[in-house]
């Protein structure tokens, strides 16, 4: 049977309003029993499920990421290929097909799409003394930092060196204001900021010779709290002057501070053997091939990324093993005939982030024009100790799809399931580990939040979507905190369950039958969805951008219905909803309380497309490509880029923006589009973004549309 929207144009959407508005209690748990609070699975059998639950591992996981965080993971580097070498072992000792470790040159000149390719770098040696004087000499005394000991305290990117020299504070050091009656040249600075921020100033303009850098940790409640951590740092990896930096804790850099403050001298000697060099991006990639002739050329994906300091366990050891559990699992249960082998091929794939995964889809397109969707892991494993919470995460409202829904389905499973087992102790599918904890997992579902790999795989350039698992927020994240004794196995087997069952789902996923149920979770999460809207309405957005909310909402919603079609096709009639039936679901919405957007005029009618190179986002890792670019031309960064929103700010409005591109729509389409999203932005700066990526080759401009 083939649905038609004409079927539910008004009532897939308002009767979940109405339920949830009329019935809030209808969402709460019942606890009165085990078998009270027992649910059917969702997409899935009770015996796939079942296999599942059994097999996944949390164990297994956080044994193999005790493996991973022993090695000091920086693209290139000799860590991250023993890292990825012991992935590629694992995946082929149980079992995984195409088993490989692709390199892709990386010199600082080779360009893959929008990332320019990011040299090698290693570190031998790095050591950091205070030296004191005694008998008219200047001796090592105490060791501030230690490569060896600790890898974290050198930051990357950080050049060859061997310098003793007097240490100053710069404050901050990113203000020409913190150097006014200083003089820091061929001294070590002492600053608040990250190396990188500090760089051209401290090193290029005024000639110090080095920096030590007690930058905390991403704003969030507990930034400071902890003043033994020490924080992750990075340097330029294209400043055009070379240096080095070391990383040190807020209670050390407040001893320093104190004594330099009350006019004490002190030298430091710096010993530093390391350095960028030609190399490449390892990525390690491993397939489940599928079963069906047709099918098994698209790919469902899993995704992590593998670089990161040492120990780096949540962040991000814990979405490596778990989408290798992941692998294990759904070769064991299919080998052993306890699951059906899915008619699409599973890829598995090991990057360094961002920047190893924009390389992959420019360097072997055939990925990226097989992978019908990918399930994204970056930190699932963090534990009570990290303060963090589990997002399941949709994806942009450039990219509708119901594959959203899908991971939202199995996320609010295994809520159900966890908080009746925490709550009774007794539940069908409990999803815990021996060794792990026995809370509910009380995942959020998250609108899209951008951070990590799956920005590039949604990006115009790509449209493919990714549910993103991950925690946020995480007290010891980028720091010498982030350790495996911090990783619950629990989490990990959760996280691994989302993420297989939503995998497996989608790559069985090919008949009508499934296509409905899929369906169905389209309009089940309609609902949370539908109150979001009327909560931003209701307490946020101005009266102009009213009918751009409601209009864009219900959008989304058609074309999230209209995406199942692209796993099933036929599944959904290809009519659509009526103009005046959508006009009439948003007077619902509304109250009819006016707030339409205006026709567009002037430059609000110019189109613009994508050219098909470059490809990938503005921003990358380690890299800037817009800002580059415009430097060159000798042009200004656009306003938009420092935009703050009611709901988010410059770089999530600039992305957006260049994902709505798409050749039809005009510069007001857009506008109204970022609008309903992040909040009201003008009509100006959005042009101005556009006008700039048309100046630098990443657009053309294709008509001025007539006003209807």
């Keep these: 049977m083939r649905i038609s929207f004409r079927m539910f144009p008004k ?53 193999n990421l005790e493996g991973i965080v022993r090695f000091h993971r920086v693209r290139g580097s000799r860590g991250f290929h023993d890292a990825a070498e012991l992935v590629a072992e694992r995946a082929r000792a149980y079992g995984l097909s195409d088993v490989q470790i692709s390199e892709f040159p990386a010199d600082g000149k080779i360009f893959y799409g929008t990332q320019r390719s990011r040299p090698a770098w290693d570190a031998d040696f790095a050591e950091l003394w205070e030296m004191r004087e005694q008998d008219g000499k200047w001796n090592p005394a105490v060791r501030l930092a230690s490569w060896d000991a600790m890898p974290v305290t050198l930051a990357e990117d950080s050049e060859s060196a061997d310098v003793t020299a007097d240490l100053i504070d710069v404050g901050d050091g990113t203000r020409e204001s ?22 051209h100033l401290a090193v290029e303009i005024h000639g110090a010779a080095g920096i030590i850098s007690y930058a905390l940790n991403q704003p969030q409640a507990w930034q400071g709290e902890d003043e033994n951590l020490i924080r992750w740092g990075h340097l330029e990896t294209f400043a055009p002057v070379k240096t080095f930096a070391f990383m040190a804790s807020l209670k050390t850099a407040r001893s320093l501070r104190a004594r330099l403050a009350h006019g004490e001298t002190i030298r430091l000697h710096a010993v530093v053997k390391a350095g960028q060099h030609s190399g490449s991006y390892n990525i390690v990639t491993a397939t489940i091939p599928g079963a069906d002739p047709k099918l098994r050329e698209e790919e469902i994906a899993f995704s992590c990324h593998l670089d990161h300091q040492r120990p780096g366990a949540n962040d991000n050891a814990s979405g490596c093993v778990t989408i290798l559990e992941v692998a294990r699992t759904l070769q064991k249960l299919i080998t052993e005939g306890k699951l059906a082998r899915p008619a699409r091929t599973l890829r598995f794939i090991w990057p360094p982030e961002i920047e190893g995964t924009t390389t992959l889809l420019n360097a072997r397109p055939e990925f990226a024009s097989r992978i019908k969707a990918v399930v994204h892991m ?24 119901f594959v959203y829904d899908v991971g939202e389905a199995f996320g ?20 815990v580990s021996a060794e ?38 995480d007290r010891y994240i980028h720091t010498n905190g982030d350790t495996s004794a911090n990783i619950d196995p629990t989490k990990l087997k959760r996280a691994a369950f989302i993420g297989a069952a939503s995998g497996y789902f989608l790559a069985g996923m090919m008949t009508q039958i499934q296509a409905h149920l899929a369906i169905d979770t389209v309009i089940e999460g309609a609902s949370r969805r539908s109150l979001k809207v009327i909560h931003k309405r209701v307490l946020d957005i101005p009266n102009e951008i009213d009918g751009t909310i409601m209009e864009s909402f219900v959008d989304n919603e058609e074309a999230e219905l209209k995406s199942v079609n692209k796993f099933v096709p036929d599944a959904l009639a290809p009519g659509a909803m009526e103009a005046a039936e959508k006009r009439e679901f948003m007077m619902y919405l509304m109250g009819d309380s006016g707030g339409w957007p205006a ?23 380690g890299y800037d490509y817009l800002t580059d670019h415009l430097a060159a031309k000798s042009l200004p960064r656009p306003k ?23 050749g039809t729509r005009n510069a007001e389409k857009i506008r109204e ?21 048309e100046a630098i080759g990443v657009l053309k401009r294709v008509s001025v549309q007539p006003p209807k």
């Excluded at 399931?417 to 009774?424: G, I, M, N, P």
């Excluded at 938009?640 to 798409?662: I, K, P, R, S």
Aim: aromatic share 12%; net charge negative; glycine share 10%.
């Design 599 to 621: 026709p567009a005029t002037g430059e609000g009618l110019i189109v613009f497309a994508r050219n098909t190179s470059p490809k990938g986002p503005m921003v990358v890792f």
């Design 378 to 401: 970056d930190m699932v494993g963090g534990g009570p100790a990290t303060k963090a919470i589990f997002h399941v995460t949709r994806g942009p409202m450039s990219l509708p799809s």
């Design 11 to 63: 009532i897939f959407l308002w009767l979940p309003v109405v339920m949830i508005c009329l019935f809030p209690w209808s969402l709460g748990a019942q606890h009165s029993s085990p078998a009270a609070g027992a649910q059917k699975p969702p997409l899935l059998s009770a015996a796939e499920v079942g296999a599942l639950d059994q097999e996944l591992s949390g164990e297994t996981a956080k044994r």
């Design 436 to 473: 792990g904890g026995k809370e509910a997992l009380q995942a959020e579902f998250a609108d899209y939040t951008m951070g990590s790999d799956h920005d590039v795989y949604q990006e115009g350039s790509f449209r493919i979507p990714a549910i993103y698992l991950n925690d946020w927020p």
């Design 412 to 431: 609010d499973f295994v809520n159900r399931e966890s908080d009746l087992y925490a709550s009774t102790g007794a539940a069908l599918y409990p999803f």
């Design 640 to 662: 938009l880029l420092e935009y703050q929103g009611l709901w988010g700010a410059g770089e999530e409005y600039a992305y957006e923006t260049l994902n709505f591109v798409d």
């Design 178 to 199: 913190d150097y006014a009656g200083k003089d820091v040249r061929r001294k070590i600075v002492l600053a608040a900021a990250q190396p990188g921020g500090v760089q």
């Design 673 to 693: 589009a970022v609008s309903a999203e992040y909040g009201p932005v003008s009509l100006q700066l959005v042009i101005e973004y556009l006008k700039s990526l």
